[in-house]
C-alpha cells in the first residue's frame, strides 16, 4: 500500500468513528417521529407506448386531512414533475406536493472549509488541513503534537539500478517550536485535535456516501377535505420500450388456416410494483420529452466591484401617485373563494370512477372520436396526465386459445392499443411475457422471389381478416408440429394481406428472358417561359414483355409468388394479370408442380421520359446530332446550337495549343536568359541575346492570340447563352 494511501485511510477511519447513520428521507422521517401515517398510493393502471414511455394511474381512498406517497426512482422524478396530474374529488383538494430533493454534490461541497472536491488524493487532504492542531503516531515510537506546516513528494533513487520512487514527507511545527519533518508510512497515523474540524470532515464523509445511495425518491401529498374521498395520481415515466413477439402455427390436418399466437414482453423498472394493474400496450409514439426539473438549477451571476471613488449625500424623491381604489370586499372575497369552487365543480362532474377487475369477456377494436369522454386516464377517456380517449365496445368472437373478452384493441389516431381485461402483477424489477392476441387466419404457404434477391424464399401469405391490428414484431414458423424459420413482422391492419418471409427455398429457381421491346419517341419540348430555358425534354412510348421460367426440384408442388417491379409511368398489358398490385411492385401467382416447371409473360406498355438541358460550356454536339437523327423535323432549329457548340469546342482547342505553345515559348526564353548570364562579356553571347529577343517577341505574339482567341471564345458563349434564351420546340408524333 502507498504511504500517502495509508494515511488517507487512516484519517478516514478516525472521522467514521463519530459518523452518524445515513438519515431516512426527510418527510418520511418526520411523518414517522410524529406518529402520523403515510399510505402509500397503488399503481391502478399503466399503458406503455412503443417510443419508451408509460402512462401510470394510481388511484386510492383518503379520509379527512391525509399523507399518501408514492415511490420513483430518481431517473423518473424529472418526468413525474413534467407531467403529474392530481385530483381528489368530493370537494378535496391538495395541499401541497414534497420530495426528497438532491443538491449537487459540489454545491454542497462548498459549504464546507476543508475546500476539497469530490475526489480528492492524500495530498488534497493534508493540504485542507494545513494550519490546524494534529497529532501524528508512529507504530514503534510516541507521537507528535504540533500544526502541520506543509506536505511535499520527493523523487529519490533507491537499490543498485537507482530505481525512483516518490515519497510523501510532512512538515510539523511542535508545541515547543522545533520543526520536524517526518516521512508517511504506512505505520503512521494523523489525528486533527479540533473538534469543529473533525465536524468538517465527518460532514464531508456523509456527503461522499450520500452519493451512493439506492436514488429512491418519496413523492408525498396532503390531501384536504372531509370524509371518504377518492384520490387520483397520474403521470408519465420513461420505461423500457415492450416488444412483440408472435408464433404462427400451420396444424398438420390444415392447409389454408393458420394459428396467429401473439404476445407482448414487459419490463417493469421502476419504484412500485404493479399488483392487480389494469395493463394496456400502445403501439404509437406521442411526442415526449426529458427536462431535468428535479435538479437545483444554479446561474453564474456576473461580479460587480465595489465602487470606492463617487461619494454622494442624501437626497429625497417626490411620492408617486396614489393607486386606483381597491375592488369592493364583495369581489375580493368571491376571487378568494374561486379555486375552492372550481375544486368542487371537478368534484361534482364525477368524473373518475373505481373500475374493477372484470370476468366479462370481450374482444374489441373501439374507434376512437376527439370529442370529450368521462373517466380518467386511457381506460376511461378525458385527455388528463396523457389519457387517451374512447368509445363504445364492438364485440366478436376470437379462437378458443385466448378466451373471448381477454384483450381489447382500441384506434386512435394513428395508434391502436391492446387492453388486458384481467389484471396482471408484475412487481418492481421483474418482466413478464402477457398474451395479446390468438387469430386462426387464412394463411397460404408460398415461395417468394424477387429480382433484388439472389435466392427465392419461403413465405406464409398471411391475410388479416380479424378486427385486431398486429403491432410490428419477430415471428417464429411452425409447420407440422417442427420449427420452420424466423422473420419480422410489420404492422397489420384488418383487411390487409401480407407476404411473411422465413426461410430459404432452395428448390426453387426462377430464370427471366427479355422479350422483344418498343421504344418510340412522341414528344419534345423545350420551353423557355417555365423558366427552363435550354432544358429538352422528351417523352418516348414504350412496349415490352419479359418471360419467367419457373423449375421445382422439390417433392411437393409450389405456389411461387413473383415480385416485379412497377414503372410509374407503364401499366400491364389486359392479358398480363397480376395477384396483387402493391405501391412499387405487382405479384403475381405461379403454381408449380413437383420437379415441373412454369412459366409467367409479363407485358407493360407506357411511357418513359428523359431531360437534359442545353449547356454552351459543354460539348453536346453529339447528343444534339443523335436528337436531329431521331427526329429530322428538329434539324432547322437545332443545327445552329450545335454548329455553334462545335466553333466554340474548336476555339478550346486552339486555346489549348496556345498555353501549350506560351507554355515552351516561356521554357525557351528561361533557357536563353541562363545562357546569356553565363556567357556574359563572351562574343558568343550575342547569338543568345538574338535568341532571346525571337523568343520575347514569339511569347509576346502567343499571349496577345490567345487573349484574342479567349474574348471571341466568351462572345461565341455568351451569343449561344442569348440564343437559348428564345428556343423554343413543341413536337409531337401527331403533328398537332
Given at each position: 500500500?502507498?504511504?500517502?494511501?495509508?494515511?488517507?485511510?487512516?484519517?478516514?477511519?478516525?472521522?467514521?468513528t463519530?459518523?452518524?447513520?445515513?438519515?431516512?428521507?426527510?418527510?418520511?422521517?418526520?411523518?414517522?417521529?410524529?406518529?402520523?401515517?403515510?399510505?402509500?398510493?397503488?399503481?391502478?393502471?399503466?399503458?406503455?407506448?412503443?417510443?419508451?414511455?408509460?402512462?401510470?394511474?394510481?388511484l386510492g381512498?383518503?379520509?379527512?386531512?391525509?399523507?399518501?406517497?408514492?415511490?420513483?426512482?430518481?431517473?423518473?422524478?424529472?418526468?413525474?414533475?413534467?407531467s403529474?396530474?392530481?385530483?381528489?374529488?368530493?370537494?378535496?383538494?391538495?395541499?401541497?406536493?414534497?420530495?426528497?430533493?438532491?443538491?449537487?454534490?459540489?454545491?454542497?461541497?462548498?459549504?464546507?472549509?476543508?475546500a476539497?472536491?469530490?475526489?480528492?488524493?492524500?495530498?488534497?487532504?493534508?493540504?485542507?488541513?494545513?494550519?490546524?492542531?494534529?497529532?501524528?503516531?508512529?507504530?514503534?515510537?510516541?507521537?507528535?503534537?504540533?500544526?502541520?506546516?506543509?506536505?511535499?513528494?520527493k523523487?529519490?533513487?533507491?537499490?543498485?539500478?537507482?530505481?525512483?520512487?516518490?515519497?510523501?514527507?510532512?512538515?510539523?511545527?511542535?508545541?515547543?517550536?522545533?520543526?520536524?519533518?517526518?516521512?508517511?508510512?504506512?505505520?503512521?497515523?494523523?489525528?486533527?485535535?479540533?473538534a469543529?474540524?473533525?465536524?468538517?470532515?465527518?460532514?464531508?464523509?456523509?456527503l461522499?456516501?450520500?452519493?451512493h445511495?439506492?436514488?429512491?425518491?418519496?413523492?408525498?401529498?396532503?390531501?384536504?377535505?372531509?370524509?371518504?374521498?377518492?384520490?387520483?395520481?397520474?403521470?408519465?415515466?420513461?420505461?423500457?420500450?415492450?416488444?412483440?413477439?408472435?408464433?404462427?402455427?400451420?396444424?398438420?390436418?390444415?392447409?389454408?388456416?393458420?394459428?396467429?399466437?401473439?404476445?407482448?414482453?414487459?419490463?417493469?423498472?421502476?419504484?412500485?410494483?404493479?399488483?392487480?394493474?389494469?395493463?394496456?400496450l400502445?403501439?404509437?409514439?406521442?411526442?415526449?420529452?426529458?427536462?431535468?426539473?428535479?435538479?437545483?438549477?444554479?446561474?453564474?451571476?456576473?461580479?460587480?466591484?465595489?465602487?470606492?471613488?463617487?461619494?454622494?449625500?442624501?437626497?429625497?424623491?417626490?411620492?408617486?401617485?396614489?393607486?386606483?381604489?381597491?375592488?369592493?370586499?364583495?369581489?375580493?372575497?368571491?376571487?378568494?373563494?374561486?379555486?375552492?369552487?372550481?375544486?368542487?365543480?371537478?368534484?361534482?362532474?364525477?368524473?373518475?370512477?373505481?373500475?374493477?377487475?372484470?370476468?366479462?369477456v370481450?374482444?374489441?377494436?373501439?374507434?376512437?372520436?376527439?370529442?370529450s369522454?368521462?373517466?380518467?386516464?386511457?381506460?376511461?377517456?378525458?385527455?388528463?396526465?396523457?389519457?387517451?380517449?374512447?368509445?363504445?365496445?364492438?364485440?366478436?368472437?376470437?379462437?378458443?386459445?385466448?378466451?373471448?373478452g381477454?384483450?381489447?384493441?382500441?384506434?386512435?389516431?394513428?395508434?391502436?392499443?391492446?387492453?388486458?381485461?384481467?389484471?396482471?402483477?408484475?412487481?418492481?424489477?421483474?418482466?413478464?411475457?402477457?398474451?395479446?392476441?390468438?387469430?386462426?387466419?387464412?394463411?397460404?404457404?408460398?415461395?417468394?422471389?424477387?429480382?433484388?434477391?439472389?435466392?427465392?424464399?419461403?413465405?406464409?401469405?398471411?391475410?388479416?381478416t380479424?378486427?385486431?391490428?398486429?403491432?410490428?414484431?419477430?415471428?417464429?414458423?411452425?409447420?407440422?408440429?417442427?420449427?420452420?424459420?424466423?422473420?419480422?413482422?410489420?404492422?397489420?391492419?384488418?383487411?390487409?394481406?401480407?407476404?411473411?418471409?422465413?426461410?430459404?427455398?432452395?428448390?426453387?429457381?426462377?430464370?427471366?428472358?427479355?422479350?422483344?421491346?418498343?421504344?418510340?419517341?412522341?414528344?419534345?419540348?423545350?420551353?423557355?417561359?417555365?423558366?427552363?430555358?435550354?432544358?429538352?425534354?422528351?417523352?418516348?412510348?414504350?412496349?415490352?414483355?419479359?418471360?419467367?421460367?419457373?423449375s421445382?426440384?422439390?417433392?411437393?408442388?409450389?405456389?411461387?409468388?413473383?415480385?416485379?417491379?412497377?414503372?410509374?409511368?407503364?401499366?400491364?398489358?389486359?392479358?398480363?394479370?397480376?395477384?396483387?398490385?402493391?405501391?412499387?411492385?405487382?405479384?403475381?401467382?405461379?403454381?408449380?408442380?413437383a420437379?415441373q416447371?412454369?412459366?409467367?409473360?409479363?407485358?407493360?406498355?407506357?411511357?418513359?421520359y428523359?431531360?437534359?438541358?442545353?449547356?454552351?460550356?459543354?460539348?453536346?454536339?453529339?447528343?444534339?446530332?443523335?436528337?436531329?437523327?431521331?427526329?429530322?423535323?428538329?434539324?432547322?432549329?437545332?443545327?445552329?446550337?450545335?454548329?455553334?457548340?462545335?466553333?466554340?469546342?474548336?476555339?478550346?482547342?486552339?486555346?489549348?495549343?496556345?498555353?501549350?505553345?506560351?507554355?515552351?515559348?516561356?521554357?525557351?526564353?528561361?533557357?536563353?536568359?541562363?545562357?546569356?548570364?553565363?556567357?556574359?562579356?563572351?562574343?558568343?553571347?550575342?547569338?543568345?541575346?538574338?535568341?532571346?529577343?525571337?523568343?520575347?517577341?514569339?511569347?509576346?505574339?502567343?499571349?496577345?492570340?490567345?487573349?484574342?482567341?479567349?474574348?471571341?471564345?466568351?462572345?461565341?458563349?455568351?451569343?449561344?447563352?442569348?440564343?437559348?434564351?428564345?428556343?423554343?420546340?413543341?413536337?409531337?408524333?401527331?403533328?398537332?
Amino acid at each position: 500500500m502507498r504511504p500517502a494511501v495509508a494515511i488517507l485511510f487512516a484519517l478516514t477511519a478516525v472521522a467514521a468513528t463519530a459518523q452518524t447513520p445515513s438519515k431516512a428521507p426527510a418527510l418520511v422521517a418526520k411523518a414517522a417521529e410524529s406518529g402520523e401515517a403515510i399510505h402509500q398510493l397503488p399503481v391502478h393502471q399503466v399503458v406503455l407506448y412503443k417510443n419508451g414511455i408509460g402512462y401510470f394511474e394510481h388511484l386510492g381512498s383518503v379520509a379527512g386531512n391525509q399523507r399518501v406517497a408514492i415511490d420513483f426512482t430518481s431517473s423518473q422524478l424529472n418526468d413525474v414533475l413534467q407531467s403529474i396530474t392530481i385530483l381528489d374529488d368530493n370537494g378535496g383538494r391538495i395541499g401541497g406536493v414534497n420530495y426528497n430533493s438532491t443538491t449537487p454534490l459540489a454545491e454542497q461541497l462548498k459549504s464546507l472549509s476543508l475546500a476539497m472536491s469530490d475526489d480528492p488524493n492524500s495530498t488534497e487532504l493534508f493540504q485542507a488541513l494545513r494550519g490546524q492542531r494534529v497529532e501524528v503516531t508512529a507504530a514503534p515510537g510516541g507521537s507528535i503534537t504540533g500544526r502541520l506546516m506543509s506536505i511535499e513528494t520527493k523523487s529519490e533513487k533507491i537499490g543498485p539500478n537507482n530505481a525512483t520512487v516518490d515519497r510523501s514527507y510532512l512538515t510539523i511545527v511542535a508545541t515547543g517550536g522545533a520543526v520536524r519533518v517526518i516521512e508517511l508510512t504506512p505505520t503512521l497515523s494523523v489525528r486533527p485535535l479540533d473538534a469543529s474540524l473533525q465536524s468538517q470532515l465527518d460532514r464531508y464523509l456523509e456527503l461522499l456516501s450520500s452519493t451512493h445511495s439506492t436514488g429512491l425518491r418519496h413523492l408525498t401529498l396532503d390531501t384536504l377535505g372531509q370524509g371518504p374521498r377518492k384520490l387520483h395520481v397520474s403521470y408519465i415515466s420513461e420505461v423500457p420500450v415492450w416488444k412483440s413477439t408472435y408464433r404462427i402455427v400451420f396444424p398438420k390436418d390444415s392447409t389454408d388456416k393458420a394459428i396467429l399466437q401473439g404476445w407482448a414482453v414487459v419490463d417493469n423498472t421502476i419504484g412500485s410494483d404493479w399488483d392487480n394493474v389494469q395493463l394496456s400496450l400502445v403501439a404509437g409514439a406521442p411526442q415526449s420529452f426529458i427536462q431535468p426539473l428535479s435538479q437545483p438549477l444554479y446561474l453564474r451571476r456576473p461580479e460587480v466591484a465595489i465602487s470606492t471613488t463617487a461619494q454622494t449625500t442624501p437626497q429625497t424623491h417626490e411620492a408617486a401617485d396614489m393607486p386606483e381604489p381597491a375592488l369592493p370586499q364583495e369581489n375580493a372575497s368571491s376571487a378568494r373563494v374561486q379555486p375552492q369552487m372550481i375544486n368542487n365543480q371537478l368534484a361534482k362532474t364525477d368524473r373518475f370512477k373505481d373500475s374493477s377487475a372484470s370476468e366479462s369477456v370481450t374482444v374489441s377494436a373501439d374507434v376512437v372520436g376527439s370529442g370529450s369522454g368521462s373517466g380518467f386516464g386511457p381506460g376511461s377517456g378525458g385527455n388528463v396526465g396523457g389519457g387517451l380517449y374512447r368509445v363504445g365496445h364492438g364485440v366478436y368472437a376470437p379462437t378458443a386459445a385466448i378466451r373471448e373478452g381477454d384483450v381489447s384493441t382500441n384506434k386512435f389516431d394513428d395508434f391502436f392499443e391492446y387492453s388486458l381485461a384481467q389484471p396482471v402483477t408484475i412487481h418492481k424489477n421483474e418482466s413478464a411475457m402477457v398474451p395479446i392476441l390468438q387469430e386462426n387466419l387464412p394463411g397460404e404457404q408460398v415461395t417468394l422471389w424477387s429480382q433484388n434477391e439472389a435466392v427465392p424464399f419461403r413465405a406464409v401469405w398471411l391475410e388479416n381478416t380479424s378486427k385486431l391490428t398486429f403491432d410490428r414484431g419477430s415471428f417464429s414458423i411452425f409447420e407440422a408440429g417442427v420449427f420452420a424459420g424466423q422473420g419480422l413482422l410489420d404492422p397489420i391492419h384488418p383487411g390487409e394481406k401480407r407476404l411473411l418471409s422465413y426461410a430459404a427455398d432452395q428448390a426453387v429457381h426462377v430464370r427471366d428472358t427479355k422479350d422483344d421491346s418498343k421504344r418510340e419517341i412522341r414528344e419534345v419540348h423545350i420551353n423557355p417561359r417555365q423558366g427552363n430555358p435550354g432544358l429538352i425534354q422528351k417523352k418516348y412510348a414504350v412496349e415490352g414483355s419479359s418471360t419467367y421460367a419457373v423449375s421445382n426440384s422439390a417433392d411437393e408442388p409450389r405456389v411461387v409468388v413473383l415480385e416485379l417491379p412497377r414503372h410509374p409511368n407503364r401499366s400491364l398489358t389486359p392479358e398480363t394479370k397480376p395477384a396483387e398490385t402493391a405501391p412499387s411492385l405487382y405479384r403475381f401467382r405461379v403454381p408449380v408442380a413437383a420437379h415441373q416447371s412454369a412459366s409467367q409473360l409479363v407485358a407493360d406498355e407506357g411511357y418513359d421520359y428523359q431531360a437534359w438541358r442545353i449547356d454552351a460550356d459543354q460539348d453536346q454536339v453529339g447528343e444534339l446530332q443523335s436528337l436531329t437523327e431521331e427526329v429530322p423535323a428538329l434539324l432547322d432549329k437545332l443545327k445552329p446550337i450545335y454548329m455553334a457548340q462545335h466553333q466554340i469546342n474548336e476555339m478550346k482547342a486552339q486555346l489549348r495549343d496556345l498555353d501549350q505553345k506560351a507554355e515552351a515559348l516561356t521554357k525557351d526564353e528561361a533557357r536563353a536568359r541562363e545562357n546569356l548570364t553565363a556567357l556574359k562579356g563572351n562574343d558568343v553571347a550575342r547569338r543568345f541575346v538574338d535568341e532571346l529577343n525571337r523568343a520575347e517577341d514569339d511569347l509576346q505574339s502567343t499571349r496577345k492570340q490567345a487573349a484574342d482567341l479567349k474574348e471571341k471564345e466568351k462572345s461565341a458563349v455568351e451569343s449561344l447563352r442569348q440564343t437559348l434564351l428564345t428556343l423554343e420546340i413543341d413536337w409531337n408524333s401527331t403533328g398537332k
